[in-house]
């Protein structure tokens, strides 16, 4: 009988994947901007460049878990600079940290002016994509090899982010409880 080569099973009989290297699922997109993707003013809109964002994630965190993924969270993201009409967008994901289901990837973007040949980075954003069987379960995702210095300030950050994450959910959670008691 085949059967996948990146399960094992632990001593308790319990199933766990195999660590994976962050360069295993690094990804990359390059998009030609469109009219179709601009406003009036003929500039990329926020919310194309985020559906970009979102896609590249994707593909380095489906490489990574090599399951299903999907988006739990996208965090604060700025536009730092327009991205015109016929320019040529160019973004990198790599996953910065594995936790136990969920995983936090990095995306960076690059406009290029291929005419001008200038490439000047306009966007930067953290997702958390959580890993999933057909059935909708959970579930665990390899843990990462670190091989760079670069590699272990990105894990590092990302665990510091979720530790953040964490501390607003539950403050969220004790307003909302406190709320719903002066109703
Ligand atoms: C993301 C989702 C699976 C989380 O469900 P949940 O019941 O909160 O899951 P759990 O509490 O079991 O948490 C699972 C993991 O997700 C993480 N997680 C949950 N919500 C999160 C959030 N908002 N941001 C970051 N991580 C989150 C948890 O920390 C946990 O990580 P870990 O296993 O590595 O420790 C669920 O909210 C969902 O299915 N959302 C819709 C996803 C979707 O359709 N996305 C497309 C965009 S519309």
Redesign the pocket.
């Known amino acids: 009988m085949k059967t996948n080569p990146t399960i094992e099973s632990s001593a308790s009989g319990q199933a766990y994947p195999h660590p994976r290297r962050v360069t295993e699922s690094q990804s990359e997109m390059t998009e030609l901007v469109l009219p179709n993707d601009t406003n009036l003013l003929g500039n990329l809109l926020g919310g194309r460049l985020m559906h970009f964002i979102?896609l590249v994630a994707a593909m380095a965190a489906f490489r990574h878990a090599r399951a299903n993924v999907?988006?739990?969270?996208m965090e604060h993201i700025d536009f730092i600079a327009p991205v015109h009409v016929g320019d040529l967008v160019i973004l990198k994901a790599s996953v910065n940290r594995?936790?136990?289901?969920?995983?936090?990837i990095g995306v960076k973007a690059w406009v290029e002016n291929a005419i001008a040949g200038t490439l000047q980075h306009v966007s930067s954003a953290y997702l958390?994509?959580?890993a999933?069987d057909t059935h909708?379960r959970?579930l665990?995702?390899p843990p990462l090899v670190l091989e760079s210095e670069e590699q272990r300030r990105r894990f590092e950050d990302a665990g510091r982010r979720?530790n953040n994450?964490?501390h607003d959910?539950e403050r969220k959670r004790l307003r909302e409880a406190a709320e719903a008691e002066q109703k």
Do not use: I, K, L, Q
């Open positions: 979102d999907v988006t739990a969270s594995a936790f136990r289901t969920s995983m936090e958390t994509f959580v999933m909708g959970r665990p995702v979720r994450r964490e959910r």
